[in-house]
């Protein structure tokens, strides 16, 4: 069974509610109570004025089985739930309120178009993720092993000599099937109410998502929505000018290239992992979402709506401070900068960057990326920066590394006591600022254990574990294969030549040994691989301390 979801997100474009257009109101003498299958070809009047809300989250949640069940089932004549609609007198358009996916994956069949195809290259800018193709390409196939498609049918009806009496019957069901409606009356606020209660039944969105859609005109959601999709998809920062629209798009996609670059498999085939997991997965949004919000220093109170924050009793004293509505793109762009400048100290090669190696920091022992290591270790080197501590912790990065790889299982344990994201964040940070603590003291890697032994946010999770504990079965499992995979590419990764930790090609620099100014040349005996900090700001800094100038 496939395991990545198929976007499809493309297929019904968004827009907002209250559109503004010079054209007078209409109001249709009656609303159709059924949509044919004809409607949703590119060149029928209903499908060019199908909308989605602005607010509406990414169509990207069924699997290829589920998007070929549901054109089987459809075929077959099966109760398909009705799509819910609302019309715009104003626009025209004409948003779905309910069944997005149901209309999307009907619209896919009939367009071919599973998220790799015309109108979804056009709408992500032509940049489909590996993993997306993979799941358009096993929707395609499925469906065509099961009822075939929209294009052979059409066919089928024009050649029947020719075709199956299978395929055949199933093509004229086509011309008696049709999908049941129904509409919401009333204004564009009747219509946004009407979509929040009916989907927070049956499969209720998400809470960071429910977020992001509240927040949808706000600094953090904007961001966010940019980096998750490098810039591409729904533009939902268009109203801004020009020279704006044209920064987000750019620095989205540098920070997604810099954290989601090279695309990660199911299964981890070699040492080059992206620092931030897949960048096609539900946890990537929350995670991004979070990183945004805590780089910017921004708490809920301060986007969530009035009313929300009156129903909760304040833990502070005072007002807090609220987050505005950003008119003009200034705001976004200022928290996608703090962004792309935090990132860029934990990977990448610009001289501030430490080059964290990702199999170290962010993977956990059975080779699983975790959201809240990713979290907890870019608030701990902002916290480096702040206490102006980057020199002493490079001193004590080769020990302070080693120890998170040795006792990697300790990640494991933390998460699976207090969860994969937020509530993670914490202990681990809690795990990093102890271990430094303990050796920046001259404390031995024994005295660090009891110490986070004894801490009270880690001592209850942090156990030792022999080889004699752990249980195996006769086979190899998907995550001892990841763990054997990453076990290798840890102890095989070169070293930093400066302070001995491990080195990850994608953040490495080439440092002469003996400076230019000393004499060195560009030899290759004269050259080191080395982090871009410790080839800079360190190492800068260690000269400087030995020939104070004069």
Not at 119 to 135: C, L, N, Y
Request: charge should be neutral; include cysteine; glycine fraction near 4%.
């Amino acid at each position: 069974m496939a395991t990545h979801m198929v976007n499809l997100d493309a297929l019904i474009p968004r827009e907002d509610f209250e559109t503004v257009t010079s054209e007078p109101s209409t109001q249709p003498s009656i609303l159709s109570a059924t949509l044919k299958i004809t409607d949703l070809e590119k060149e029928s009047f209903i499908y060019n004025v199908l909308r989605k809300p602005d607010f509406q989250r990414e169509t990207a949640n069924w699997n290829p089985e589920k998007i070929s069940a549901l054109v089987s089932s459809f075929l077959e004549g099966d109760l398909i739930p009705s799509i819910i609609l609302w019309r715009s007198n104003i626009s025209g358009d004409i948003f779905v309120i309910d069944g997005a996916h149901r209309l999307s994956a009907l619209i896919a069949w009939v367009q071919d178009d599973y998220g790799d195809s015309h109108t979804s290259m056009r709408f992500f800018d032509s940049v489909i993720p590996s993993e997306q193709r993979k799941a358009a390409e096993a929707t395609r196939k499925l469906i065509q092993g099961s009822v075939g498609s929209y294009t052979d049918l059409k066919l089928a009806l024009m050649n029947p000599d020719t075709t199956s009496k299978e395929r055949l019957q199933i093509a004229r069901n086509l011309s008696a099937t049709a999908i049941h409606l129904q509409w919401v009356n009333g204004e564009a606020e009747k219509a946004e109410s009407s979509f929040f209660r009916i989907n927070q039944q049956a499969t209720p969105i998400d809470s960071t998502e429910l977020d992001m859609i509240k927040a949808r005109h706000k600094p953090n959601a904007l961001a966010a929505r940019a980096f998750i999709r490098a810039g591409t998809g729904h533009k939902y920062w268009s109203s801004f000018d020009e020279s704006v629209r044209s920064e987000i798009q750019s620095i989205a996609k540098s920070v997604y290239d810099l954290i989601f670059k090279p695309n990660l498999e199911l299964s981890i085939r070699s040492s080059d992992l992206p620092i931030a997991g897949r960048g096609y997965s539900a946890d990537s949004v929350k995670m991004v979402f979070e990183l945004v919000n805590f780089v910017n220093d921004l708490q809920p109170d301060m986007w969530r709506d009035e009313n929300q924050k009156r129903r909760r009793k304040s833990t502070t004293q005072g007002e807090v401070r609220r987050l505005a509505d950003d008119e003009d793109g200034a705001k976004t762009l200022e928290f996608m900068r703090a962004v792309r400048k935090a990132a860029g100290k934990i990977a990448g090669n610009e001289p501030a960057s430490l080059g964290l190696h990702p199999a170290v920091y962010f993977y956990s022992a059975t080779g699983r990326f975790q959201p809240a290591a990713f979290l907890a270790a870019v608030s701990f080197v902002q916290e480096l920066v702040e206490k102006r501590r980057l020199m002493r912790f490079t001193e004590k990065r080769a020990e302070f590394e080693e120890f998170l790889v040795k006792y990697k299982y300790f990640l494991n344990q933390i998460v699976r006591h207090y969860g994969s994201m937020q509530r993670s964040v914490t202990p681990i940070l809690e795990m990093y600022r102890t271990l430094f603590d303990v050796l920046s003291s001259g404390g031995t890697e024994e005295q660090a254990v009891l110490k986070l032994q004894d801490h009270p946010l880690l001592r209850s999770h942090v156990k030792i574990v022999t080889e004699e504990d752990r249980t195996h079965g006769r086979n190899f499992s998907a995550e001892t294969k990841n763990s054997i995979i990453l076990k290798s590419a840890l102890e095989n990764s070169p070293k930093c030549e400066i302070c001995h930790s491990r080195l990850h090609f994608r953040s490495a620099t080439i440092d002469h040994k003996i400076r230019k100014e000393d004499g060195g040349t560009g030899a290759p005996s004269n050259g080191q691989l080395t982090h871009p900090y410790c080839n800079s700001g360190y190492k800068e800094s260690r000269q400087a301390s030995q020939y104070p100038s004069k």
